[in-house]
């Protein structure tokens, strides 16, 4: 174009510098050792150093050079969030001390003080007994208590279902365990799980302990404080098989909840709460729970203990001479045949059997026996076995070692109904032959159970482990916490009978004068006593309310209209005694009657 003239040559500013190209870039010795020939690495170094402003003053490296060092010296906890910052600050040769705080020296007060109370909090769980002899300055050996759950080992089991713990956590939660054994009398400790709560979550450990003497259940009933249930089941049996303990961290004191009684059971059925996490904590709810929120937990336990824990099937088998009992299956020393199944065959459902008796209607394993003697009020021959036997009729046990492919499907979803298990191999699902000969998976199976949402059951290779890690509440369609839609109306109740709409009939003008010729004398007559042809506007109202009634057919005088009443009655000729006559008011109906 003849407006646009070139700009001479010797206007164009020119760099100070000559261009820097990648291939002139030298490597120091200390980033060749680093890069160990990392073409890639060796090619964006180069390019970095290559890139230059437009003097070619400051490349791209030493700005990043800059940078890093404000980053490293003065926030090196925020170096993502301030880089962009000190980068812009740098590269507009800003002073630093005035936009950011770039002082050398940092405060670790605060870290050291929480790292000082962690260790307050863990030096009791290392300390060791004391010694017999006080004097004896050699460390005093640990008698042993009683069998533990190894946490550290079974970590891989957990972390294979996505529970997680951490390392430092499982530590921990080992050592204490290993002081609740030495203060209890336990045969087995076993980690139940954690329940999630709304302020402070619950460990809970699980004990395996022999029931204790009568004199033993006094002593505890005077120091709860708390009665019997005469109903509930004993010690080592039934819901109150095993013992178990609470904390809220592993640094604080295990809790012992109380034993259960078919009361809290049939009440913790009906309700659904979140916990607290305060074992003294009152439940508002509706129905309303008679006890704290131990109890509720406790109940919950049992639940979740009772319905959820499964084991391979083949693994345990019926007593021949109870049914209602199992008995460990022992492999026999000549026998090959192992009762354990392989990790592979464990990764299905029919796989899988209930350990635990279920909880029955009657909020307990088993049924309390009737009486020797008749109930009261009772008529006829009574038989201690024949009563027995219809209390078990209507709430029958279910069978011990039941397949889970039996459980009751629950729904989903719509019409969707699902098993209520979900079985899942994870990881390696190939089998090898170790260096003894048997035949390994690397892999672990996953049981979760979808009725208790939080219920794992874990196996690898004949080893099995069960664990809780949820809220305590069970899944369910039908109860709710909260309503989502209003209720619905009910209908009217049946003694209240069809209701009929009057038949309400609009008469013709030619059927008003009719009845009114048929009813008017007689009415007129009830109120003129002395046949003066005439009465008073007072009367005349009455008489205008009960013809409207004969001639609608009601029982009793209809109400007139006030206001056309007033107009009409207004309008007529009255005499010296300020009556009308009956001439007048006969004509009056007769063309007004709709109107009053």
Request: a negative charge; glycine letters at 4%.
């Amino acid at each position: 174009s003849p407006d646009i003239q070139e700009q001479p040559e010797e206007d164009v500013q020119q760099p100070k510098n000559p261009i820097i190209r990648p291939q002139d870039v030298k490597l120091t010795e200390n980033l060749a050792k680093l890069m160990q020939g990392d073409l890639r690495q060796v090619h964006l170094h180069r390019t970095l150093g290559a890139a230059a402003d437009y003097d070619n003053e400051n490349t791209v490296a030493m700005h990043l050079q800059k940078v890093f060092n404000v980053l490293i010296e003065n926030c090196p906890d925020k170096a993502l969030e301030k880089f962009e910052e000190v980068s812009y600050l740098i590269r507009n040769g800003h002073d630093l001390s005035k936009f950011l705080k770039v002082d050398q020296d940092r405060s670790y007060k605060e870290q050291a003080n929480d790292l000082a109370q962690f260790i307050a909090k863990t030096m009791p769980l290392f300390v060791k007994p004391k010694a017999e002899n006080e004097d004896d300055d050699a460390a005093a050996e640990t008698a042993p208590v009683c069998a533990i759950q190894d946490l550290l080992a079974d970590e891989q089991l957990f972390n294979a279902a996505g529970i997680g713990f951490g390392q430092q956590e499982m530590y921990l939660l080992q050592k204490s365990l290993q002081r609740l054994a030495a203060s209890q009398q336990c045969s087995f400790l076993r980690f139940f799980g954690k329940i999630r709560c709304t302020q402070s979550d619950y460990y809970v450990v699980e004990a395996t302990a022999e029931a204790p003497e009568a004199a033993d259940d006094n002593e505890e009933e005077a120091n709860t404080g708390e009665e019997k249930d005469p109903n509930q089941e004993e010690k080592g049996t039934g819901v109150n098989k095993y013992t178990y303990f609470v904390a809220s961290s592993p640094f604080s004191t295990w809790s012992r909840l109380p034993d259960l009684s078919p009361a809290q059971i049939d009440a913790a059925r009906k309700i659904k709460v979140l916990f607290s996490g305060d074992l003294e904590h009152d439940i508002i709810c509706n129905p309303f729970f008679f006890g704290k929120e131990k109890h509720l937990l406790r109940a919950q336990i049992a639940r979740i203990t009772q319905s959820s824990v499964v084991v391979p099937k083949g693994s345990y088998k019926l007593n021949e001479e109870n049914d209602r009992e199992i008995e460990e299956v022992v492999a026999e020393e000549e026998s090959k045949v192992e009762p354990l199944p392989s990790t592979l065959k464990a990764s299905t459902t029919a796989a899988w059997v209930h350990f635990n008796a279920s909880i029955l209607e009657c909020n307990r394993t088993l049924h309390l026996d009737p009486p020797e003697e008749a109930p009261e009020g009772f008529e006829g021959d009574w038989d201690p076995e024949v009563a027995k036997k219809e209390i078990e009729a209507a709430d029958p046990f279910e069978p011990r070692l039941k397949s889970i492919d039996l459980d009751s499907k629950i729904k989903m979803g719509g019409k969707l109904m699902q098993c209520p298990w979900i079985v899942r191999l994870v990881g390696d699902s190939q089998e090898y032959v170790d260096e003894r000969g048997k035949t390994v998976c690397h892999g672990v199976v996953v049981v979760r159970s979808l009725v208790w949402p939080g219920s794992f059951t874990l196996y690898k290779n004949g080893v099995q482990k069960t664990i809780y890690a949820g809220d305590g509440i069970k899944f369910t369609d039908s109860l709710r916490p909260f309503p989502l839609a209003p209720p619905v109306l009910n209908l009217d109740p049946a003694e209240y009978g069809e209701f009929i709409l009057p038949d309400i009939k609009i008469l013709t003008p030619e059927e008003i004068k009719q009845k009114l010729e048929e009813c008017f004398d007689d009415l007129w007559g009830k109120y003129d006593d002395n046949a003066s042809g005439a009465i008073a506007v007072d009367d005349l109202k009455k008489l205008v309310a009960e013809v409207k009634g004969r001639i609608n057919e009601a029982e009793a005088p209809i109400d007139v209209n006030e206001d056309a009443f007033e107009e009409a009655a207004d309008a007529l000729d009255k005499n010296d005694d300020d009556k009308v006559a009956k001439k007048a008011v006969k004509a009056m109906l007769e063309t007004k009657f709709a109107s009053l």
